[in-house]
C-alpha cells in the first residue's frame, strides 16, 4: 500500500501528483517529462519534495509539516532503473545481493540462490554485467530490487532497451513473479500497450499534473479530458455543443457533424468535448441490413488514406460533403482479417457508423 501527496518545483518545471495505490501493479502513464519518474525519485528519497505526504504501507516516510523525511535505505522500496544502474565491477551474485550487506555470509547466499532460480540465472552468477545480454541484465535488476524483501517496488521504463521478443516474454514473467508476490509495484512508463498489459490500474500524468487515476478500462474507454484521450489513442476527438436531450442520449452538434451520444449530466446548449477511438468506427457492409442502432450515427464518405502495419491498417476517412478544410475527418482501425474480407484496397466509398455507446463526451 502506499499513499502519495506530493508537490515539488525543479526549476520552471511544478509537479503535483495525488494517488494511491494497494497489492497492485498500477502504470504511471504519459508523455516524458510529464513528472512519472520524477514522482518515482521522491517516493524513493532520492528527491525531497516541497510538501506534502508518503506512506509506505503503515509508515510515514517523508511529510513535509512534521519534518519526516526518512532516508532511502530505511523506505524498503526496490528501484529497476531504466537503465539498471548494475555495477559494472561486481559479478551477477555480487550486484543481487548489494543489499544484503547486514546479513549473515550465509543467509545472504541463499537470499541470492532464491533470486536467482526466480529470475532464472542459473550458471551466470560469476559473471560481469557487461557479459550479459540486455535480458539477462534486466533479470539480475529485477532480483537485485527483490532479493530485499521490499514493501514496494519502483519500475522506471525497465523494458525500454529491450527488443520486442524479450520485451514481451519478460513482461509476463514479471506479471506471473509479482502475482505471486504480491508486492505494491508503480511502473512508469510512455506506452500504452505496456501500461494496459502490465497494470490493473492507471495514473496518467502530463505536465507534472493528474489528470486521471482509474482503472485501466476506464481510462482507455472513458478519458477525462481531451489529453488523456490523445495520450491513450482516442484520435477521433471533436468539439460540439448539446443541441438536444433525451432519457437515455444526448445529441451534439459540432466540426459539420451530428452525432448521438449516451446521455451524460448535460444540457441544452452546453459545450462540450467527444471521441471515439478508431477501432470503434464501424464500417457498414452494404450487403447486409442495417439496424436501427447503427443508423443513428451513419456518416457516407470516402477513405483517402491508409497506412498497412502488418496486424491491420490505419485508414483516413473523409466524410462526404463536410467542406471543413481537413484532409480527414475520422481515424479507423482495422484488423488485417477485415481488411482483406472487406476489399478495402479496391473499394473506397464507405458509410461508417460511429455507435452510440462508444462515443464518449469528456
Excluded at 532520492?46 to 510538501?51: E, H, I, N, S
Excluded at 487515476?213 to 491513450?232: I, S
Aim: with cysteine; charged share 25%.
Amino acid at each position: 500500500m502506499i499513499e502519495v501527496d506530493i508537490a515539488k518545483r525543479l526549476g520552471g518545471f511544478r509537479l503535483r501528483c495525488q494517488f494511491t495505490a494497494g497489492e497492485e501493479l498500477v502504470a504511471l502513464f504519459g508523455p516524458s517529462g510529464a513528472g512519472k519518474s520524477l514522482t518515482l525519485q521522491c517516493i524513493a528519497g532520492l528527491v525531497k519534495p516541497d510538501r506534502g505526504r508518503i506512506v509506505i504501507g503503515e509508515q510515514v516516510v517523508f511529510d513535509a509539516a512534521l519534518g519526516i523525511d526518512l532516508p532511502p535505505q530505511k523506505r524498503r522500496v526496490g528501484y529497476v532503473f531504466q537503465h539498471y544502474a548494475l555495477l559494472p565491477h561486481l559479478s551477477v551474485a555480487e550486484n543481487i545481493g548489494y543489499g544484503l550487506h547486514r546479513l549473515a555470509p550465509g543467509e545472504r547466499q541463499e537470499k541470492v540462490a532464491q533470486m536467482v532460480r526466480l529470475m532464472r540465472l542459473e550458471g551466470l552468477q560469476s559473471r560481469r554485467p557487461l557479459e550479459l545480454s540486455g535480458g539477462q541484465q534486466q533479470r539480475v535488476a529485477f532480483a537485485r530490487a527483490l532479493t530485499i524483501g521490499p514493501a514496494l517496488l519502483l519500475l522506471d521504463e525497465p523494458f525500454s532497451a529491450l527488443d520486442s521478443a524479450i520485451r514481451s516474454k519478460l513482461r509476463q514473467e514479471l506479471l506471473q513473479i509479482l502475482s505471486n508476490l504480491k508486492i505494491t509495484t508503480l511502473l512508469v512508463t510512455h506506452n500504452l500497450e505496456e501500461a494496459y498489459t502490465l497494470s490493473g490500474r492507471m495514473v496518467v500524468f502530463d505536465a507534472g499534473r493528474v489528470l486521471q487515476v482509474g482503472d485501466r478500462d476506464e481510462v482507455l474507454h472513458r478519458p477525462a479530458c481531451r489529453a488523456v484521450a490523445r495520450f491513450t489513442g482516442a484520435k477521433n476527438i471533436f468539439s460540439g455543443a448539446v443541441v438536444r436531450v433525451a432519457a437515455d442520449r444526448l445529441e451534439i452538434e459540432g466540426e459539420g457533424l451530428r452525432v448521438v451520444a449516451p446521455r451524460y449530466e448535460r444540457n441544452v446548449g452546453d459545450k462540450v468535448e467527444f471521441c471515439i477511438r478508431p477501432e470503434h468506427v464501424m464500417l457498414l457492409r452494404p450487403d447486409r441490413v442495417e439496424s436501427e442502432r447503427v443508423k443513428e450515427n451513419r456518416l457516407e464518405g470516402r477513405i483517402v488514406r491508409e497506412i498497412s502495419h502488418g496486424s491491420g491498417a490505419t485508414l483516413f476517412f473523409k466524410v462526404a460533403g463536410l467542406a471543413n478544410g481537413k484532409d480527414y475527418d475520422l481515424q479507423i482501425e482495422v484488423p488485417a482479417h477485415v481488411y482483406q474480407k472487406l476489399d478495402l484496397a479496391k473499394r473506397k466509398d464507405w458509410a461508417v457508423s460511429l455507435k452510440k455507446g462508444c462515443v464518449h463526451v469528456f
